[in-house]
């Protein structure tokens, strides 16, 4: 049964490496608990990575405003075309000339083409893009607070499991040593022949010794554990000794306040429920940008071209455009329509259907949080409650222990009256150790739950 406890309680720390063995030069870091929250909150690069999903959703809000800007596109090459002597007509002047197809030679050819085009007007897709780019950023932004509200989750858990884990050695220690005297005066009597004990009462001992030094090894490991994980999420070198200013894990305040003002702070305060707006409008814009798809565009700008082949005459009809020797520019204005009508229906459908979902979530969250703001309240009430009586409970069994142990030694008790009440005393402390290990974590997670952590 211990062992079982034991297990349960090496399930809920967090893996790590091994403990670093310190000598004295050895650099040593002493932390409490808000200490340890503000290092990780400085290095866990999972928030530096949210972040930067920031700078790319501010990304795409320069480009949905860009699209507004002034629009130059330039063409320009260099290549060859056929070699002409002449001008539109044969040599008499009138006849068209029919020697399109004879080789003459070659001649460079360079062209140059260009337009600057401003948009004037486009029905609102630009302004609505924009709208929902920044909506993308604001709930990119929530998501960074949601990770370090995480990231004080996880060094909490690290911090407090540690330190029940090295309570829970110190208990084993303890209960070691008690086992270990008691083993040695049987061992004495037994010699001597001397006291009322038996050849059993040796072989319990031993026994009991042998399970406690095994529990005693799964605690420490524990403990290296939960001290590694501490020191990788904040940013320590497992080259530092760390120390933490509680010297025992103990019971944190009880939040005295009310299950109604607690919900009401979490509906006002939650990063997911700002998500959840600001995604609410940011599909509302996208419907409206996909609906305004199939409106025009209006502009104006210019657009002109010039190109140059020096071996061919240039032909001097105005009403004839030479693609090789000629240039020219106008201002123009224009509009500009794209259809696909089949495409835009169902870009507008398909985000009709994402802002119905976002709808119904938005629903769901209303209640869902409530609900997880009142599943952490009662379990912080339970387990508060479960941690002063086993407190208490612990105080006696260690009376009953100690009792037990000197009137073994006075040789008023057997071996197994001592040895039950090791095995009672343990299962007493390991319990009120887990339980306010939990208890710690349930009242953080209240707090996270509420939004106190963002």
């Known amino acids: 049964m211990v062992a079982k406890r034991l297990w349960c309680f090496i399930a809920v720390s967090i893996a790590g490496s091994s403990l670093v063995c310190a000598d004295e030069s050895t ?45 130059v596109d330039v063409n320009a090459f260099v290549g060859l075309t056929t070699k002409i002597d002449g001008g539109f007509f044969a040599a008499d002047g009138t006849t068209p000339r029919a020697d399109k197809h004879e080789y003459s030679g070659v001649t460079s050819w360079s062209s140059v083409r260009f337009s600057i085009i401003k948009p004037l007007y486009t029905f609102g897709k630009i302004g609505h893009f924009a709208d929902a780019a920044k909506g993308n950023i604001a709930v990119k932004q929530e998501d960074v607070r949601i990770q ?11 911090y407090y499991g540690y330190l029940a884990a090295r309570d829970t050695r110190y208990l084993f220690e303890d209960v070691e040593g008690r086992v270990q005297k008691a ?87 939650r990063p997911e429920m700002m998500q959840l707006e600001a995604g609410l409008q940011a599909r509302r814009s996208l419907v409206a940008a996909h609906r305004s798809a199939n409106l025009p565009n209006i502009y104006a ?89 086993l407190k208490q409970g612990s105080r006696s069994a260690r009376r009953w222990m100690v009792s037990r142990y000197v009137d073994f030694e006075a040789g008023l008790e057997d071996s197994e009256a001592v040895m039950a009440a090791f095995q009672g005393y343990v299962l007493v402390y390991s319990d009120y150790l887990m339980a306010v290990n939990d208890y710690n974590m349930h009242v953080a997670q209240l707090r996270y739950v509420t939004g106190d952590y963002l």
């Open 27 to 71: 650099p040593t870091t002493s932390l409490s608990l808000d200490d340890a929250v503000e290092r990780a909150l400085e290095s866990d690069p999972r928030i530096d990575e949210r972040q930067r999903l920031v700078d790319a959703a501010r990304a795409l809000l320069q480009k949905a405003e860009g699209s507004d800007d002034t629009r």
């Open 148 to 158: 370090r509200a995480d990231t004080v989750i996880d060094v909490t858990r690290a």
């Open 183 to 269: 083993l040695k005066l049987v061992e004495r009597w037994l010699e001597n022949d001397s006291g009322d004990v038996r050849q059993a009462d040796l072989y319990a001992l031993q026994s009991g010794l042998a399970l406690v030094r095994r529990y005693y090894a799964k605690a420490e490991s524990v403990e290296a554990i939960a001290l590694a994980g501490l020191k990788m999420l904040t940013g320590i070198g497992s080259d530092v000794e760390l120390e933490l200013a509680d010297s025992r894990i103990r019971p944190v305040d009880l939040p005295l306040e009310t299950l109604e003002a607690l919900q009401h702070r979490a509906l006002e305060r």
């Open 301 to 389: 700008g210019i657009a002109g071209a010039a190109s140059y082949a020096p071996r061919r005459d240039k032909l001097e009809n105005p009403h004839v455009y030479d693609p090789f020797n000629d240039y020219g520019a106008t201002p123009l204005i224009g509009i500009k329509w794209d259809w696909a009508d089949g495409v835009q229906a169902a870009e507008v459908a398909g985000a009709n259907a994402e802002l119905a979902a976002l709808v119904e979530r938005s629903s769901f969250a209303q209640q869902g949080i409530p609900f997880q703001v009142a599943e952490q309240y009662y379990n912080v009430q339970g387990h508060y409650k479960a941690v002063t009586e």
